[in-house]
C-alpha cells in the first residue's frame, strides 16, 4: 500500500520513560500513563517534531505474562498520517529482535483497528464489557473505561506459544459476591462458593456421594 503523496516520512527513535509519559498524558484520549515500561519508542518528522509515542511493558492480564510476551500498553499521536502504523511496526520489530515471540494490544469499542491491521496484526477476540476492574487479588480504582467492550490483538512469530484460555471478564468480583476457596474433602480440588450463598462441602454430586457410601459402610 502507497501513502498517500502529503505524507510525512517518519522517523523511529528511542523514548525516555517520562518524556514518553509527559506525551501521552497530553495526548492520549481516555487513558493515563502506564505505571511502567520495558521500553518505548517515538516516531518524528524529518524536522525532529515528535508525532506519537508508543510504551512496551508486561502484559497486564497475568496469564500472559510467560516472558516471552510484551504488551503495547499506550499508542498517542497528535493525529499525524499512519504514525499509529508505524509505532505498532517498530514496537513489534524492537521487541522480536529482543527475543520476545508476542506482542499484544487491546483497543475499545468504536476504534477500527485499521492501524494495527496495516502493521500486520490480527485481531484475537471480541471482549465483553465489564462492571469494573477492581478483583479481590489487585484492588483497584475506578479508571474511566468500566463498561467498555475491548478487542484484543496480537502479533506473533511462527513459533510462539498458543496464548491461554480467556477468562471470562464480565463476572461480578465485587466484595458481596467475591469467592472462598476450600479444598474438596474427597479429591482435594479447589472448591469455588461465593459468598451469599451456602457453602459447598463437595467439589461434585460424585464426590458427595463417594463420601456418604464411605460413612455408611
Known amino acids: 500500500m502507497t501513502a498517500p503523496p502529503d505524507a510525512q516520512r517518519l522517523h523511529i527513535r528511542p523514548m525516555k520513560w517520562k518524556a514518553a509519559c509527559a506525551f501521552v498524558e497530553e495526548h492520549h484520549r481516555h487513558h493515563d500513563p502506564p505505571q511502567g515500561h520495558q521500553f518505548s519508542i517515538g516516531a518524528q518528522t524529518e524536522h525532529g517534531n515528535l508525532v506519537g509515542v ?3 511493558g508486561r502484559p497486564v492480564n497475568r496469564h500472559f505474562d ?7 500498553t499506550r ?3 497528535d493525529g499525524t498520517a499512519n504514525a499509529c502504523s508505524a509505532l505498532y511496526a517498530a514496537a513489534w520489530r524492537t521487541a522480536r529482535s529482543a527475543g520476545y515471540r ?3 494490544t487491546y483497543t475499545q469499542d468504536g476504534e477500527s483497528g485499521a492501524s494495527l491491521r496495516a502493521a500486520g496484526w490480527r485481531k484475537v477476540a471480541d471482549l465483553p464489557a465489564r462492571p469494573g476492574w477492581d478483583t479481590p ?6 479508571l474511566g473505561t468500566e463498561n467498555v467492550a ?5 502479533i506473533t512469530t511462527h513459533n510462539a506459544p498458543p496464548l491461554p484460555e480467556q477468562r471470562d471478564e464480565t463476572r461480578d468480583e465485587t466484595s458481596a459476591t467475591r469467592s472462598r476457596r476450600k479444598p474438596c474433602p474427597e479429591c482435594k480440588s479447589v472448591i469455588k462458593t461465593a459468598v451469599t450463598g451456602r457453602p459447598a462441602r463437595y467439589c461434585s454430586p460424585a464426590c458427595r456421594q463417594r463420601a456418604y457410601r464411605r460413612r455408611t459402610q
Open 102 to 104: 508476542r506482542a499484544i
Open 137 to 142: 487479588s489487585r484492588p483497584r480504582r475506578s
Open 54 to 56: 508508543a510504551i512496551v
Open 66 to 72: 510467560n516472558g516471552l510476551t510484551v504488551e503495547v
Open 150 to 154: 475491548r478487542a484484543l490483538w496480537e
Open 75 to 77: 499508542v498517542a499521536t
